[in-house]
């Protein structure tokens, strides 16, 4: 494997995870707004 293609395999794994935590904070958020609905009973 020459360095450009481990670089390219870096870059690519780390979208991946940021993309990963990205959606985890989004999931937390609805759950958030979920729960807050849920307690207060919605608008």
């Not at 360095?3 to 990205?22: E, F, N, R």
């Amino acid at each position: 494997m020459t360095d450009s293609t481990m670089l390219a395999k870096g870059l690519d794994y780390a979208v991946q995870i940021m993309q990963w935590v990205d959606g985890k904070e989004h999931l937390l958020a609805m759950g958030k707004i979920l729960l807050c609905t849920l307690f207060l009973g919605g608008p």
